[in-house]
């Protein structure tokens, strides 16, 4: 999970460990995290089939980075027309290239 305040954007550790699979341990130990919120700052959560997208000139994946680029650059927008720009930047990129994995962005705001 990552969020946006001000600008900047801040990514929330995540715990190392799969949920509801035959491998995943029952007795896991999840980690609770304090984040203090007003009303300035935008939650995101996601898949990584976002990140592993390929596409662009090279075919390489969207990626970490240029994610983060578009949550900060549109933070400031409505969240549905975030989505739109997330949206469109996905199938832009992607190009030709077939889908490779679910792409599930969730954000959220606290007022």
């Known amino acids: 999970m990552s969020y946006v305040r001000n600008g900047s954007l801040h990514e929330v550790p995540a715990d190392k460990q799969s949920i509801g699979y035959k491998n995943s341990k029952l007795d896991f130990a999840y980690s609770n ?7 300035h700052t935008t939650f995101y959560m996601h898949t990584d089939g976002i990140l592993h997208q390929t596409g662009g000139p090279k075919g390489l994946p969207f990626g970490r980075t240029r994610l983060k680029r578009l949550l900060v650059d ?15 930047a ?6 030709d290239e077939p889908q490779l994995d679910d792409i599930t962005v969730i954000g959220f705001k606290v007022f």
């Open 74 to 88: 549109n933070c400031g927008k409505p969240l549905h027309e975030q989505m739109q720009v997330l949206e469109e």
């Open 90 to 95: 996905i199938v832009v990129y992607r190009g």
């Open 33 to 39: 995290r304090t984040i203090p919120i007003d009303s």
